[in-house]
C-alpha cells in the first residue's frame, strides 16, 4: 500500500516506503546502494550512517544477538514525518534511503542504514546526523539482547534508570 | 478494541494482542494493568491510532491502541 504525502515545506511528496528489512543488512546491499548514484551527477557528496549490532556486557554475559521487532505501520508513518522534516531543513538534499533490520541479528552485523546524498557534503553529514538520532528517538522499535546464557533484557535508547526500567 | 503490545509488554502478557473494551485512555490503562502483570512498574507509551497521547480522551472503539515500551532502533 503507497500513499502520498506532502511536503507542506517543500512541495515535495514523500511517499509511506517500508524502512524495514528480514535479518542483517548484507555490505553487498551498501555497495549496489552506492552504485545505483552513479547515474545522478548532481549529487557531490553522500554520508552513510552504518548501525552495527554492538556486544555489550550486561552482568558479566555478552550479547550476542539483538531480536528486532516493531510496531511496523506507525515506524513506517513516523519516518516519513521525519525524511519530511529533513527535506524541510535540507532542501539541497538529493535524496536520503533509511534501511532498518527485523529479526535476529548478530553481534557484529549491521542492523540500520541511513544514506543521504546530496550536491555538497555538509547538507548529507547534517541530514545523516539529524535522521540518525530521530530514528532512535521516535521510530517504535523493540530490541531484544540475547545474552551468551541464552537469557535476554530488553535494550532502551532512553538514558538508563535503574528505578524505572530493567536492564 | 484491539491493543497491540510490543517488546518486553507483549512477553509479560503472552500474547501479541489483546482485545479490550474502554470508554477513554485512563479506563482502558486501568483495564490493561489489571490484566497485565507488571505493566504497571513498567515505562511505556500508549498509541491512539499510531500517534502516541500524553493526556486522557475518549474512545470509540474503532481505534487502533498500541503499548509502547522504550525505543530501542539504531
Same mark, same amino acid.
Given at each position: 500500500?503507497?500513499?502520498?504525502?506532502?511536503?507542506?515545506?517543500?512541495?515535495?511528496?514523500?511517499?509511506?516506503?517500508? @524502512?524495514?528489512?528480514?535479518?542483517?543488512?548484507?555490505?553487498?546491499?551498501?555497495?549496489?546502494?552506492?552504485?545505483?548514484?552513479?547515474? *545522478?551527477?548532481?549529487?557531490?557528496?553522500?554520508?552513510?550512517?552504518?548501525?552495527?549490532?554492538?556486544?555489550?556486557? @550486561?552482568?558479566?554475559?555478552?550479547?550476542?544477538? @539483538?531480536?528486532?521487532?516493531?510496531? *511496523?505501520?506507525?515506524?513506517?508513518?513516523?519516518?516519513?514525518?521525519?525524511?519530511?522534516?529533513?527535506?524541510?531543513?535540507?532542501?539541497?538534499?538529493?535524496? !536520503?534511503?533509511?534501511?532498518?533490520?527485523?529479526?535476529?541479528?548478530?553481534?557484529?552485523? !549491521?542492523?540500520?542504514?541511513?544514506?543521504?546524498?546530496?550536491?555538497?557534503?555538509?547538507?548529507?553529514?547534517?541530514?545523516?546526523?539529524?535522521?540518525?538520532?530521530?530514528?532512535?528517538? *521516535? !521510530?517504535? @522499535?523493540?530490541?531484544?539482547?540475547?545474552?551468551?546464557?541464552?537469557?535476554?533484557?530488553?535494550?532502551?535508547?532512553?538514558?538508563?534508570?535503574?528505578?524505572?526500567?530493567?536492564? | 478494541?484491539?491493543?497491540?503490545?510490543?517488546?518486553?509488554?507483549?512477553?509479560?502478557?503472552?500474547?501479541?494482542? &489483546?482485545?479490550?473494551?474502554?470508554?477513554?485512555?485512563? =479506563?482502558?490503562?486501568?483495564?490493561?494493568?489489571?490484566?497485565?502483570?507488571?505493566?504497571?512498574?513498567? =515505562?511505556?507509551?500508549?498509541?491512539?491510532?499510531?500517534?502516541?497521547?500524553?493526556?486522557?480522551?475518549?474512545?470509540?472503539? =474503532?481505534?487502533?491502541?498500541?503499548? &509502547?515500551?522504550?525505543?530501542?532502533?539504531?
Amino acid at each position: 500500500m503507497e500513499q502520498m504525502k506532502a511536503d507542506l515545506n517543500t512541495g515535495k511528496k514523500h511517499k509511506l516506503r517500508d @524502512i524495514f528489512v528480514e535479518g542483517a543488512i548484507p555490505a553487498s546491499f551498501i555497495a549496489e546502494s552506492i552504485a545505483k548514484h552513479a547515474t *545522478r551527477t548532481d549529487i557531490g557528496g553522500h554520508e552513510i550512517f552504518l548501525g552495527q549490532v554492538r556486544s555489550d556486557v @550486561i552482568d558479566d554475559k555478552s550479547v550476542e544477538a @539483538i531480536e528486532y521487532t516493531a510496531y *511496523r505501520e506507525m515506524a513506517n508513518e513516523q519516518m516519513t514525518v521525519i525524511r519530511e522534516e529533513a527535506f524541510a531543513r535540507w532542501p539541497q538534499m538529493t535524496c !536520503l534511503h533509511v534501511h532498518h533490520s527485523q529479526g535476529v541479528i548478530k553481534a557484529g552485523e !549491521l542492523c540500520f542504514m541511513v544514506f543521504a546524498s546530496a550536491p555538497h557534503r555538509q547538507q548529507a553529514r547534517e541530514a545523516v546526523a539529524f535522521v540518525t538520532d530521530e530514528v532512535k528517538k *521516535r !521510530l517504535p @522499535i523493540f530490541g531484544k539482547e540475547i545474552l551468551s546464557n541464552a537469557t535476554h533484557v530488553w535494550k532502551s535508547n532512553e538514558p538508563r534508570d535503574p528505578g524505572s526500567w530493567p536492564g | 478494541m484491539k491493543v497491540l503490545l510490543f517488546g518486553i509488554i507483549a512477553e509479560k502478557a503472552n500474547a501479541g494482542e &489483546l482485545e479490550l473494551e474502554a470508554e477513554s485512555v485512563s =479506563s482502558l490503562k486501568h483495564a490493561l494493568e489489571q490484566q497485565i502483570k507488571g505493566l504497571r512498574e513498567l =515505562s511505556y507509551a500508549l498509541a491512539v491510532d499510531r500517534v502516541i497521547v500524553h493526556n486522557d480522551q475518549q474512545l470509540t472503539g =474503532s481505534e487502533e491502541i498500541a503499548l &509502547l515500551p522504550p525505543f530501542a532502533g539504531g
